[in-house]
């Protein structure tokens, strides 16, 4: 019975917080995500950007950051390219983790293919690969108001 009064209340607990998640997504008029993941583990919420195109992908998240209390951004290159970008908030008791991301060529960067290291260049900033690091709201604008590979006349 235990186990039972437990799953109950651990599935309301899920329906007010997806809830609450379409409520604000309505509200503030935000684009809708590809993919939505809930966990009850502290209770968070999982909100993925990965389809379109890659500037438009780092748009969508970013426009949440009005949106949100306790935003901080980071981001990592893989060796490949792709440039993933992670928005952490809060939002009520869940903790919101937002992801978007695009090759760094397509948004404008390049990458430094040397003997041992890797890295890439994006907005003025070197950027090392399988690094976590934090970036702040005023660098992704730049990377998002920089020309785009097309406009420069290189083939993507």
């Not at 997806?18 to 583990?41: E, V």
């Not at 990592?76 to 919101?96: C, E, H, N």
């Not at 690094?131 to 920089?146: D, I, R």
């Amino acid at each position: 019975m235990r186990a039972l009064l437990a799953h109950q209340s651990g599935t309301r607990h899920m329906d007010r917080l997806l809830w609450r998640l379409r409520s604000h997504i309505r509200s503030q008029n935000l684009p809708r995500p590809n993919t939505i993941t809930l966990s009850d583990i502290g209770p968070t919420v999982a909100i993925d950007y990965g389809a379109g195109q890659g500037r438009q992908r780092v748009r969508n998240l970013m426009a949440w950051i009005p949106n949100l209390d306790g935003v901080s951004l980071r981001w990592v290159l893989w060796p490949s390219g792709y440039l993933a970008v992670i928005l952490s908030a809060r939002m009520g008791a869940a903790t919101l983790e937002i992801s978007a991301g695009a090759d760094i060529r397509e948004l404008g960067g390049t990458m430094d293919y040397q003997r041992h290291t890797v890295s890439g260049h994006l907005a003025g900033h070197l950027v090392p690969t399988e690094v976590v690091s934090p970036v702040t709201e005023t660098v992704l604008n730049a990377v998002l108001s920089a020309p785009s590979v097309s406009s420069l006349g290189v083939a993507a």
